[in-house]
Structure formats: structure tokens, C-alpha cells
């Protein structure tokens, strides 16, 4: 059996509460510029072993491979069990191989000595840059590799969802935990014996920093001790003072069997600083382990106290940095101000403190431009501080450096096809409802209308509705890897390119939407709505086909002084802009020539904004309007003929479900939820519609939709059905 190795440790600390990002982690990779088959290539590839028989436990062995390759130990070795997505596509072909998950400490390093020989030498690599190599096929990455990498990101991320499992899984083995299991703090077992095989010499080198530093601070003050004649360890000993304890807070330990009485202060409890502000108190501290304790229990790390501080003020000001990058992470913005309108990094500034300086400028999302209360910037600080030193002037260096580095931006398309290019403000983990607050601001809509608009994700075959908490840039990433791949039955999905949209919310209402008055608004509703119909999706009659043509004429000549002759020269190219995108019959074209033309002497004292009005208007009455739409097929079989599929658009909103013909753009059926029930067949990738009471001949009792995008259509007819029964009900 052939096993591949995935080596993983954590980015940064804090990783095993936090949601799976690929930039948590990083991954052992052998680089050989001559692998196997591929001569002349540049390769990274995970490393592998055989097991010659099935006798043998394969955990030990892969530790021990592990070991002979990197000189890391790894905490334990787990299998990892195949993605069901994947193992249809790959499992036949792979099924020799197994994968194994080796999780290693934080501050594991491959050892040179070990590694040097080697003609693949092992290195760490992020996470995030593998994965966006494989998917974009930037470095070549031989089978099984590549394979594997995408099962063992969506094997983490079905971790990341288990409570504690990524923490129990990158939790020291038993054995190393033993070895710590004494009740002496001046106690490190390098003291007492040379570990031969870690190569640890006598040294500390391989024994967590936190053991070694309270090691060495309760020895330095027992030598002290060993010089004194008397200690007094009570401060009170000897003064006759009298005295009882009252203690805040307490915690018991209920396995110790005789537990002490121990009573509780009425008239302190919460009163005091510490109390009511434990983050903000341990952040002052530097006590990291706290700190992201009582983050995982629900405190905020972006609270003010009761002088207009958050913890990030407090770690930055005692020079806590490792406090600071677990606030970062659990969310906590570099840019919050204090009631001094200072942010960390103008402490940074005052103090010159290097480390902390470069801990805040890694995060691409600080602002360099905010000022305090008497107007100064951080880099200004540096200039102009009081006996300034080499110190301060890294640190002035460094924020002029991160001045210049180009901001991350995103493209957001609007309907009417121009375009707005977005501030990642939070990086790659920025969120759709970031984005949506930037939109909001550079239109300068009013905070009721924040449900309106949404993003979208979408390409050639394929458009979705975002969530709110959803990060843009990995659904841009993933786009051609999961969405396209599993959702459209394309061959080419680089074909597929994806773009962001600013579009009308789904899940609005009609009767909302007619209650907006916001002129910004209206047009990014107009545009939509016109996109829409060119677009063949608002099958309607001759009468608003007329008038949406004219409507669409006006706007595009408008304030021009000689309709009259543009009308009469309008040939058939120029007329098919202006209807559904339907064929229209050269012979025909002066008859909806003169209808526009009759039509358009109603109008044509209207201005833009009334044109756009009466346009959207209209399309409001239509049963289709505001529907997301999809692709698929549906079966139609007639007694001259044998069964075919016809290729068709399904559009669901607050109303129902509505089925238009791709080819002639006329609507195929339309059915509102209180007439119909269905089911998604997700074997057969159908959805199954079923009219509950069929009012006519040509309404079909059974509609069969075949689309690999079935299972949305059913979770978003679900939701606004709710939706259309709530409205109903009021």
C-alpha cells in the first residue's frame, strides 16, 4: 500500500478556534526540479511511502518517515477519509494510495542536518499559496498530489466544524505531556537528561518557551532566596494587622476531594476594573492564554471600557505584541481609536516598538491616514517625537514602506455595465457585507435601503446570490473548482470567468421595492430590469413589448431635436437593440416601427427619471419580476413525435416558479406556490414539479426540470415561498 504524508502546522496560534481558512496553515512539500516522469520540470509533491505488508501499523511507520525526512516529531498520524465529492471522480485510480494528516507543533523546523543530504529537500509552505497553485496550475504538482491537496482542504474544513477536534488533534502527544507532569516550577527535563534523539544536547531548544521562561523566573528567585538569612513571604507577617480574606473570584476544582469553604465578597463582586473588563485586564497583562480563552468564550475584543479603551490599546501600551495578534485575529480592526483618537499602531509610534509596528502594518486592511486628537498620523508621530531614537526611526521607515504598497481591490460590476473598484479592507477574508457597506456609502443610500442590494457572483452559465458572511475572494478562487464544475455541465470551465455584480436582493419583495424613492436606487433598478428584458427573461405581450421599446428609444435619443426622421430611417439592426433578444422578421420591422412611433408621441415630454419610472413600473406588474435565474431542461413529448428536451431558463421570486423557452424567449409555464408542490430527485438531479390543481389542457400535472442546479431552485423556492405565506398572512 502507498501512503501519502501531509505534514501540517498551524500559521499562527489560535488556529484550532478559529473558522478553516487555507492561511492557518502550512504544508511539508518535497521541491525537486526532476521528478519521476516529468523531466526538466519544476515540481512540488507531497512525500510518500510504501508499506510492503498489511501487518504493520502504519501510524508508527509514517511518524517515523516523518522523523528520517524533516528530524520533526509529529504529534500522531491520522488517516484521512475520502471527500464523497471526490471519490467518484478519483477513487478508482487512487485507490492504492492512503493519506495520512501528521500535525506538528507551531515551532517545528526541518533540521538541515537531516535535510541537507537530501535531493528533494523538504520545506514548509503556506497553505494558501498551495492551493491557489494547484487551482490555477501556476507550479506543476504530479498525480496524486494535486488530488490530495484539494481532499485534505475540504477534510480540515469539515474539522474546523467539529468543536475541539482541531485542538485535540495538534494537542501534544501524551508521552511529551507526561514528561512535564511535576509539581517543581523550576523543573526542565533537559536539566536532568539529554534527549539523544531530538539532538537537544542539554539545551532547551526543544521545550515550549512558556515551560523554559517561568522555569527560569522561579529559579532566579529561589537563588535569590538562597542568599538570605530571613524570608518573609507574608507581607503582613509580623505587624499584628488584622486580617481575612475576601477574595473577588474563585475557582474550585472539583476533583479535589476536600474542597475549602470558600466565601465571596458581596459588596466587591464586579465592581472593580478587572472585573467588569477581564480582556481588557488580561490583555494589560500579557497573559495571551487568557486572552484568547475569554475570546473563545464570547468576549468582544473591540469593547471600550469606561475610559474609551479596547484590550488592543492596553496590549500595544505595555508592549504585549503576542496579545495583540490574537486580538487581530479573532477580528478585533488595527484601526480602532481610543477617547485620544490614538489606534496601536500610533502607540507603536510613540514607544518605537519595532515589533509591534510590523505586527500592525501586516494587516492589509490599517488605515496610515487616521489622526488623533491633535491631528497627527502615526508616521507623523515618529517625526516629531521627544528624544527620538534609532527605534523610532525603524518604525517611521516601516509605515512609509506599507505607504507604498499597492491596495487589494476587487472589481464590482453595476447593471449598467460600468464598474467600482472596492477596498479589500479585511484582505482576503474581506466579506460580501463589507463590500455591500462600501457600495452603500459611495451611492450615499440611507441605511433601510441596506437589504435592497446584494452581490453576485456569476459567468456565462451560472449566477448566484452571495451570503453576507461569505468571503469574496475564496468564492472567486473556487469558482471554476466547485460552482462551475458541480453546478453546469460544462467541458471548459475556464471558460467560465467569474465576475462580482451589484443586483437586487432576491429575497425583497416586490411591494418593498415599490416603497423606494432613492433616485440612485431606482436607476441601479431600472438598469437591472432592462438587462432583463433584453435579455428575453420578462416574456410579455405586444402592448409593454411596444412600450418598453419606446421607452428604451427615448432614453437613447434623448434631447435629440429630430426624432421624426430617426424613427422613419430606423432599420431592423437598430430595432432589434430595443426588443427582446427574439427573432425578429425583416419584413416586419416597419410594422413595430409605426407602433413605436404612435407610442412614443405619449411620452416624449417625459424626462429621464420618469421614462426610467414608468419602465420599472411596468416590469413590477410582471409575475417573473425579481426572479434569480437558472438553467436546465425540461421533457416535452407530442403524439407525432418521440420525446426531446427543451432547453429552458427557470426563474424563481416571492410568486412562484417560471419557466421560459431558451430558444423563442416565450414562457414555457408559470406557477405560483399555491398551486403546485415539488421535490428535488437529487440521484437524478431533477427537480419534480407538480401543479396541484391544473386550471387548463395545456398545464401539465408533472413538469420534470433536469439541471445539476436543482437542489438551489429547491432551497430558494423553500425560503420564499416562507416568504410569499408571510406576506400573505399580514
Not at 515550549?208 to 538570605?228: R, S, W, Y
Request: net charge positive.
Amino acid at each position: 500500500m502507498d501512503i501519502v504524508v501531509a505534514v501540517i502546522k498551524p500559521a499562527k496560534p489560535g488556529h484550532a478556534t478559529m473558522t478553516y481558512r487555507p492561511q492557518l496553515y502550512e504544508i511539508l512539500l518535497l521541491d525537486s526540479k526532476m521528478p519521476p516522469g516529468e523531466k526538466g520540470k519544476q515540481s512540488k509533491y507531497l512525500p510518500m511511502m510504501t508499506i510492503k505488508s498489511m501487518d504493520e501499523e502504519p501510524r508508527e511507520l509514517v511518524l517515523t518517515q516523518v522523523h528520517n525526512l524533516t528530524g520533526i516529531k509529529g504529534e500522531r498520524a491520522l488517516l484521512v477519509q475520502w471527500n464523497n465529492s471526490l471519490h467518484s471522480a478519483h477513487r478508482e485510480s487512487l485507490a492504492r494510495f492512503s493519506l495520512y494528516f501528521v500535525p506538528v507543533s507551531l515551532n517545528a523546523e526541518v533540521v538541515k542536518k537531516v535535510t541537507d543530504p537530501a535531493q528533494t529537500p523538504p520545506s514548509f509552505y503556506p497553505l494558501e499559496y498551495v492551493i491557489h497553485t494547484v487551482n490555477h496550475n501556476s507550479i506543476h504538482f504530479p498525480s496524486p498530489t494535486r488530488t490530495f491537496l484539494l481532499q485534505l482542504e475540504s477534510w480540515l474544513e469539515e474539522k474546523h466544524q467539529r468543536q475541539t477536534a482541531i485542538e485535540f488533534m495538534f494537542q501534544q502527544r501524551a508521552d511529551y505531556r507526561i514528561h512535564f507532569t511535576v509539581h517543581n516550577p523550576v523543573f526542565i527535563h533537559s536539566r536532568l537528561s539529554v534527549d539523544v534523539d531530538s539532538g537537544s544536547n542539554g539545551k532547551t531548544g526543544n521545550v515550549p518557551q512558556e515551560i523554559v521562561k517561568t522555569a527560569n523566573e522561579a529559579l532566579a528567585k529561589m537563588l535569590a532566596i538562597e542568599k538570605c538569612n530571613t524570608v518573609v513571604i507574608n507581607p503582613l507577617f509580623g505587624s499584628a494587622l488584622p486580617y481575612k480574606t475576601k477574595p473577588n473570584t474563585y475557582v474550585i476544582n472539583q476533583h479535589w476531594p476536600n474542597m475549602p469553604s470558600v466565601h465571596v465578597s458581596n459588596n466587591s463582586t464586579g465592581s472593580r476594573w478587572q472585573d467588569r473588563y477581564p480582556l481588557h485586564n488580561y490583555a494589560a497583562q500579557g497573559e495571551k492564554r487568557t486572552v484568547e480563552l475569554l475570546l473563545r468564550q464570547g468576549y468582544s475584543p473591540s469593547v471600550l471600557d469606561n475610559v474609551g479603551c479596547a484590550p488592543i490599546h492596553y496590549a500595544a501600551r505595555y508592549g504585549h505584541v503576542n496579545v495583540v495578534e490574537a486580538l487581530l485575529f479573532a477580528g478585533c480592526s488595527p484601526n480602532l481609536v481610543d477617547v485620544e483618537k490614538n489606534t496601536a499602531l500610533h502607540t507603536a509610534a510613540k514607544r518605537g516598538h519595532v515589533q509591534l509596528a510590523k505586527c500592525l502594518l501586516q494587516c492589509p486592511d490599517i488605515d496610515l491616514s487616521i489622526k488623533d486628537k491633535d491631528g497627527n498620523r502615526a508616521v507623523d508621530i515618529c517625526a516629531t517625537v521627544l528624544d527620538k531614537t534609532v527605534k523610532h526611526e525603524e518604525v517611521e521607515k516601516l509605515i512609509k514602506e506599507a505607504a507604498k504598497r499597492p491596495s487589494f481591490t476587487v472589481a464590482v460590476f453595476l447593471m449598467d455595465k460600468s464598474s467600482k473598484n472596492l477596498k479589500l479592507i479585511s484582505g482576503f477574508k474581506t466579506t460580501v457585507q463589507q463590500l455591500n457597506e462600501q457600495l452603500m456609502k459611495e451611492f450615499n443610500l440611507p441605511q433601510n435601503y441596506s437589504d435592497i442590494f446584494t452581490l453576485w457572483i456569476g459567468s456565462k452559465s451560472l449566477e448566484l446570490q452571495l451570503k453576507l458572511e461569505s468571503e469574496v475572494v475564496k468564492e472567486l478562487q473556487q469558482w471554476y473548482t466547485r460552482c462551475v464544475n458541480m453546478l453546469t455541465s460544462r467541458r471548459n470551465p475556464s471558460d467560465e470567468e467569474p465576475i462580482l455584480t451589484w443586483r437586487r436582493n432576491v429575497k425583497v419583495s416586490v411591494e418593498k421595492e415599490k416603497q423606494l424613492q432613492h433616485p440612485k436606487a431606482l436607476d441601479l433598478l431600472f438598469y437591472e430590469a432592462r438587462h432583463n428584458y433584453r435579455s428575453g427573461l420578462y416574456p410579455c405581450g405586444d402592448k409593454d413589448t411596444i412600450s418598453f421599446a419606446t421607452i428604451i428609444f427615448s432614453l437613447q435619443h434623448w434631447g435629440a431635436t429630430n426624432i421624426k426622421s430617426i424613427l422613419s430611417n430606423l432599420n431592423h439592426p437598430q430595432l432589434v437593440e430595443l426588443m427582446p433578444a427574439v427573432p425578429i422578421k425583416p419584413k416586419d420591422t416597419r410594422h413595430w416601427v409605426n407602433k413605436i412611433s404612435i407610442e412614443y408621441g405619449a411620452i416624449k415630454d417625459l424626462s429621464k427619471q420618469q421614462l426610467k419610472s414608468q419602465f420599472l413600473s411596468a416590469c413590477q406588474r410582471l409575475t417573473v419580476y425579481g426572479s434569480a435565474f437558472f438553467t436546465g431542461t425540461i421533457s416535452s413529448q407530442s403524439k407525432r413525435s418521440s420525446s426531446s428536451n427543451t432547453h429552458c431558463y427557470v426563474g424563481v421570486n416571492d410568486i412562484g416558479i417560471h419557466i421560459i423557452s431558451v430558444q423563442t424567449k416565450q414562457m414555457i409555464q408559470s406557477l405560483k406556490y399555491k398551486e403546485i408542490s415539488w421535490r428535488h430527485v437529487q440521484e437524478k438531479t431533477i427537480l419534480e414539479v407538480k401543479a396541484t390543481k391544473p386550471e387548463n389542457r395545456n398545464q401539465r400535472g408533472v413538469i420534470e426540470i433536469k439541471t445539476r442546479q436543482a437542489g438551489l431552485i429547491d432551497h430558494l423556492m423553500q425560503q420564499l415561498s416562507r416568504m410569499a405565506g408571510d406576506y400573505a398572512n399580514r
